[in-house]
């Protein structure tokens, strides 16, 4: 496995994880929460991001 893939999947678990915190997708590639792994320019959450755990 390379280092693509292991930020990948850190990515994606990242992701998921903010789903488990109850954050919905986001239309920005530029963010963790955005859809979709292909197009997302970002592998680890950005400012946003944060700020939607912080309840």
Same mark, same amino acid.
């Given at each position: 496995?390379?280092?693509?893939? $292991?930020l990948k999947k @850190?990515?994606?678990? /990242? &992701?998921?994880?903010?789903?488990?915190?109850?954050?919905? &997708?986001? @239309? @920005?590639?530029?963010?963790?929460?955005?859809? @979709?792994?292909?197009?997302? /320019?970002?592998?680890?959450?950005?400012? $946003? $991001?944060?700020?939607?755990?912080?309840?």
């Amino acid at each position: 496995m390379d280092k693509v893939d $292991d930020l990948k999947k @850190s990515a994606t678990f /990242t &992701h998921e994880l903010g789903h488990v915190f109850g954050i919905n &997708h986001v @239309s @920005s590639s530029a963010k963790i929460m955005y859809s @979709s792994l292909i197009g997302r /320019t970002v592998y680890t959450p950005q400012n $946003d $991001d944060i700020a939607g755990m912080n309840f």
